[in-house]
């Protein structure tokens, strides 16, 4: 890596809320395994091409609902890209239909560090969540893939269950496809094991995205 590219990282890396960044260098690449690895270098492939390219890096994570898993790589994704000091990177998150961002999934995201203001009281409100004192909140609420919310092309559609995947054959606008699914943490809801739960998932999601800026060259 060149000094420059350390230099920025270092910079961005400080802006960072502390917690958050203390989480994700707590967070244990070797943990993903091979086959997990394989399943990312799609994902992997696209950023580095738009890299490349030097072109605009849009990702829409989408599953069934926008409530969870979406969301939550979503903000992880936002937030490594900043992390790693990769530009130019917008991160947007849609379901088949659209309910609310889950009050557990959004606990686990505070609970890592992240500042979250809840903007309205209504069924699907609006959340500003914040990951660093000098980038822009990130908005999250349920929506969507194809919502006016998000790019309608020049993306990669970001499968983050296998029933959006399944039951989504097509994404209009999308460039790529890259399936990366993950375990739906509703199973636990209304459990004693619903926040760990909920904590797992999220920083299952956080390592494997940590582990796909990682092998981005800038």
């Known amino acids: 890596m060149h000094l420059k590219t350390?230099?920025?990282n270092h910079k961005n890396q400080s802006m960072l809320y502390q917690p958050i960044q203390h989480q994700i260098e707590t967070l244990n690449q070797t943990a993903v395994s091979d086959d997990r690895k394989k399943g990312l270098q799609s994902l992997?492939?696209?950023i580095q091409s738009k890299v490349n390219l030097k072109q605009d890096i849009r990702l829409n994570f989408i599953c069934t609902h926008n409530s969870r898993r979406s969301h939550l790589s979503q903000?992880?994704?936002?937030t490594m890209a900043y992390y790693f000091d990769i530009k130019n990177v917008f991160c947007y998150s849609g379901g088949t239909e659209s309910t609310a961002l889950f009050s557990a999934a959004a606990k686990s995201l505070s609970d890592s560090g992240f500042e979250i203001e809840v903007l309205g009281n209504d069924t699907n409100p609006i959340h500003a969540i914040k990951y660093a004192s000098t980038a822009h909140p990130i908005i999250g609420f349920s929506k969507t893939f194809d919502s006016?919310?998000?790019p309608a092309s020049d993306f990669a559609a970001v499968m983050t269950c296998a029933s959006a995947d399944i039951g989504c054959p097509f994404i209009s606008g999308a460039e790529a496809r890259?399936?990366?699914t993950f375990e739906d943490p509703k199973a636990f809801d209304n459990t004693p094991h619903q926040a760990q739960k909920y904590t797992e998932r999220s920083l299952q999601i956080a390592t494997e995205l940590k582990y796909v800026f990682s092998q981005i060259k800038a």
């Open 6 to 8: 350390l230099v920025a």
């Open 44 to 46: 992997i492939n696209y």
């Open 75 to 78: 903000v992880w994704a936002q």
């Open 148 to 150: 006016p919310f998000n």
């Open 178 to 180: 890259i399936p990366m």
